[in-house]
């Protein structure tokens, strides 16, 4: 598991990525009337997901109303619940009224009620856990790296029994997925592949050659798929962990009608991550070494310059007002989020737990 951690610190700090989008993104008007039910919130709250210090189980959920502009609790789930939530808490995904935490190096899925934050399941014996999203009301995906270097898998979970029924394999270091048009992309960071599955079958099509190392992805208002892709660094052995070899990252952009038939906007050293998009879903913004950049859904190059000069470990957007949040995590004290304008314009700060990595907007 130290692996585990020491390449995501590497990926972050040497390659300068920044941190993982809270939530795949869907498009409402291609998944159907059997699609994911909608979030059950007003859109009030912010649920913060710490990943806490690895191998010291003190993951959390801090909660920040933005009613009152406070944070209401830091540690959500240990003050409803009584107990400690995990070991590497990677992801927050909601499904109708409830909340699925994904927590990584524990190997499990806590499901809440998000009236009351209460537990109600867990969903464990997972292998390197890291994103869910919801297929429709009884049926959920969810990556799992498995093993570093070897192929990773798909989990379907049946939300009714919160149970894993089968697993799909898929390559290695699988990470965040979109469910569009009737299929589900899933990203393999250890290669340029994106998978496909048809939910209705439960079965794997043939993937989707991209550009190296692609973990984030988003479908904007045209129903393009966008996918970050980080590029790929190699590591030598302990104790040195000398770069072996090492790529550039890209944006690449396609119609899921015609995959082959792509657009790629390359980086000229290092790749973005924590690809995002406004409400309209017609802006992106990612993070780019030490600066926030937006562009537009149409675009055929990238911007030259930030709109945010800071290097954060999580990006979110509130689909709600556009609102532009990014978390600094020191990991040896606990982190802080800084909230900026839709122009990128600071607005306010305010503290978290240790090691906040991503938002839910709730």
């Given amino acids: 598991m130290f692996q585990l951690r020491f390449f995501r610190f590497l990926t972050r700090t040497l390659q300068v990525g920044i941190g993982a989008l809270t939530l795949a993104s869907c498009d409402p008007e291609s998944d159907g009337p059997g699609g994911p039910p909608a979030p059950a919130g007003n859109s009030t709250n912010v649920y913060i997901v710490n990943e806490g210090q690895f191998n010291t189980p003190n993951g959390a959920i801090s909660l920040y109303s933005k009613s009152s502009g406070t944070v209401v609790d830091n540690n959500l789930f240990t003050s409803v619940n009584g107990r400690i939530l995990g070991d590497v808490v990677q992801s927050m995904t909601v499904v109708g009224s409830r909340g699925y935490i994904v927590v990584n190096a524990t190997g499990k899925v806590e499901v809440v009620e998000m009236a009351t934050f209460k537990q109600v399941a867990t969903i464990d014996k997972l292998q390197q856990p890291r994103y869910l999203i919801a297929i429709n009301s009884e049926k959920a995906y969810l990556t799992e790296w498995v093993e570093r270097g ?15 029924t089968k697993t799909i394999a898929v390559g290695r270091q699988p990470e965040q997925l979109l469910l569009a048009n009737g299929k589900v992309y899933v990203t393999n960071s250890d290669e340029n592949t994106v998978s496909v599955i048809n939910p209705s079958t439960d079965m794997a099509e043939s993937p989707i050659q991209v550009q190296d190392g692609p973990s984030s992805l988003v479908q904007d208002k045209s129903g393009n798929i966008w996918v970050a892709c980080t590029g790929i660094t190699r590591y030598g052995p302990a104790p040195t962990f000398a770069v072996v070899s090492s790529t550039n990252g890209s944006l690449v952009r396609f119609n899921p009608g015609s995959p082959t038939n792509q657009t790629s906007l390359p980086f000229a050293s290092g790749g973005p991550s924590d690809l995002t998009t406004n409400g309209a879903k017609d ?4 993070s780019y070494r030490r600066g926030v950049y937006q562009l537009a859904a149409g675009a055929s190059t990238l911007p ?59």
């Avoid at 990006?315 to 532009?324: A, E, S, W």
């Avoid at 949040?325 to 990128?344: C, L």
């Fill in 150 to 164: 070897q192929p990773g898998r798909v989990a379907v979970i049946d939300l009714r029994t919160n149970t894993v």
């Fill in 283 to 286: 802006q992106l913004y990612y």
């Fill in 304 to 362: 030259t310059n930030p709109i945010i000069r800071r290097s954060f470990y999580g990006l979110g957007i509130d689909p709600k007002d556009n609102t532009i949040y990014g978390s600094i995590a020191p990991f040896t004290t606990t982190g802080k989020v800084i909230r900026y304008q839709p122009t990128g314009m600071a607005i306010d700060s305010f503290g978290v737990n240790i090691g906040p990595n991503s938002f839910v907007f709730y």
